[in-house]
């Protein structure tokens, strides 16, 4: 099919998740047709170097044939069986138990889904599960963080913080609260380390106190914000965040979504950090987003709570395609890359980022660069001295995009004007060098 007739036919008929559907219209799809390594190659032979990993997610790269085996070998044997009842598959118990070893603490139990979003909504039925199990209904309140992202089903979107999911469609509820971002770059009380935590927890503590310690069901973090423009807390933060919802009892729920499967260097951030949330959410890297998978894993005292909650009866929360089992083959073979090498050269990959990315620290555009691993967010303004956002009305993070694209660089362009980096674990130093030199290009096009 030739190239236009394919931009028609989108056109027409394919509506694009978080897209304007009327500026799409206009400006057309761009289709990609194949991809290898970190490289991506539009329909028209233009190639990328895919410094975004798709959406944060093929962290092992493009391309590797063992992962395509191992979905091929399960589409033959078995490509469907139910994780309803008391049915299973070989690949998503193994997949669970591997997981579980790997995971932090006592998250020993795994749920999985097909995605993030179903993944922080089951976390959503779990906690409410848990406090009516636990003779404490009232427990119904549910706080996150402002620029947080926890994904777009009808009630995480609640949780998540940024405008474009709520224009327009009514929510967050009236249960879901937020406290500020620890935000170093724009925190308007300072930005040193023990500045950002002290805010964070007389944020987190009066918030909890204002609606009444005994209403508060969870709490809601992503150990590095990624949508809402990679943002950093310090080290420690989230143990600090974790230990005050346990001193009131608050089940802590750590978003790995983003973080997860070797983004920011281990396999998972909150195992560097030291800290076990009462649940924690993955997808994306867990399957490098060749098949669809998200997980919800979930401490043992929860677990319990739940389990002689229910007793006989069926917890009713489940989807056809929870633990899928060609997903489930494509995540045990994905887990054996990471610790095959692909989490080490991340970490030495992520360090040859950091420094190409910091050698624009003197552009003029360029207000802040942060982020640990194989993520980073580049914060552009017009004004280095007043921190001056780079004007919404002139659409710069559209712009900046389309250059980019131009260049052969993928990046996310927020609307707040910062540059997303999260590129595949796989990446070799000429990705790295490639990346780096695109967005100077980018950069110094755009002055
Ligand atoms: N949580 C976080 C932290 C995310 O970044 C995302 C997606 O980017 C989600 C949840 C939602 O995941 P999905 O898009 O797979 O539904």
């Given at each position: 099919m030739l190239a236009n007739s394919l931009i028609e036919l989108d056109r027409a008929h394919l509506i694009h998740p978080v897209a304007s559907y009327r500026g799409h219209e206009r400006q057309g799809v761009r289709v990609l047709k194949s991809a290898s390594g970190a490289t991506v190659t539009e329909a028209n032979g233009h190639q990328l170097v895919d410094g975004f990993a798709g959406l944060w997610c093929v962290n092992a790269g493009y391309g590797h044939e063992s992962i395509i085996e191992a979905a091929t070998k399960q589409l033959r044997e078995l490509p469907y069986a139910t994780g309803y009842f008391d049915l299973g598959s070989e690949p998503a118990i193994r997949l669970a138990a591997e997981l579980a070893e790997r995971a932090p603490g006592d998250l020993n139990r795994v749920y999985f889904t097909l995605g993030g979003s179903d993944a922080v909504d089951s976390t959503i039925r779990f906690v409410r599960y848990y406090w009516n199990a636990k003779g404490q209904p009232q427990r119904d309140q549910f706080i996150s963080i402002q620029?947080?992202?926890?994904?777009?089903?009808?009630?995480g979107a609640g949780l998540t913080a940024l405008p474009a999911f709520h224009a327009g469609f009514g929510?967050?509820?009236?249960?879901q609260h937020k406290i500020a971002s620890p935000y170093p770059y724009r925190n308007p009380v300072g930005s040193d380390d023990e500045t950002i935590i002290a805010a964070s927890l007389a944020a987190l503590k009066a918030k909890i106190e204002e609606i009444g310690p005994d209403r508060v069901a969870a709490f809601y973090a992503e150990p590095i914000q990624g949508s809402g423009g990679v943002i950093v807390p310090p080290k420690g933060w989230i143990k600090a965040m974790r230990d005050l919802c346990s001193h009131y009892g608050v089940l802590f729920i750590a978003d790995?979504?983003?973080?997860?499967?070797?983004?920011?260097?281990?396999?998972?951030a909150c195992a560097d950090e030291g800290i076990v949330p009462d649940m924690m959410t993955v997808a994306k890297g867990l399957t490098s987003g060749y098949v669809p998978m998200g997980a919800v894993f979930m401490a043992d005292h929860v677990y319990d709570v739940i389990a002689d909650g229910a007793g006989e009866t069926a917890v009713g929360h489940g989807f056809t395609y929870s633990a899928h089992p060609v997903s489930a083959a494509v995540a045990l073979e994905v887990l054996k890359l990471y610790e095959g090498g692909l989490l080490d050269n991340g970490v030495k990959a992520g360090k040859r980022l950091l420094e190409g990315l910091n050698t624009l620290r003197d552009h003029p555009l360029v207000g802040d660069i942060r982020g640990r691993g194989m993520l980073y967010g580049v914060e552009l303004v017009t004004d280095k001295a007043k921190k001056t956002p780079l004007p919404p009305a002139s659409q710069p993070a559209r712009r900046i995009f389309d250059r980019a694209w131009e260049n052969g660089l993928v990046i996310r362009a927020f609307p707040q004007g910062v540059l997303g980096y999260a590129p595949p674990?796989?990446?070799t130093d000429a990705d790295i060098d490639a990346i780096v030199e695109r967005t100077r290009q980018t950069l110094d096009q755009t002055l």
């Open positions: 620029q947080g992202y926890h994904g777009s089903s009808t009630v929510l967050p509820f009236d249960w790995e979504v983003i973080t997860g499967f070797g983004r920011t260097g281990p396999l998972f674990l796989c990446c």
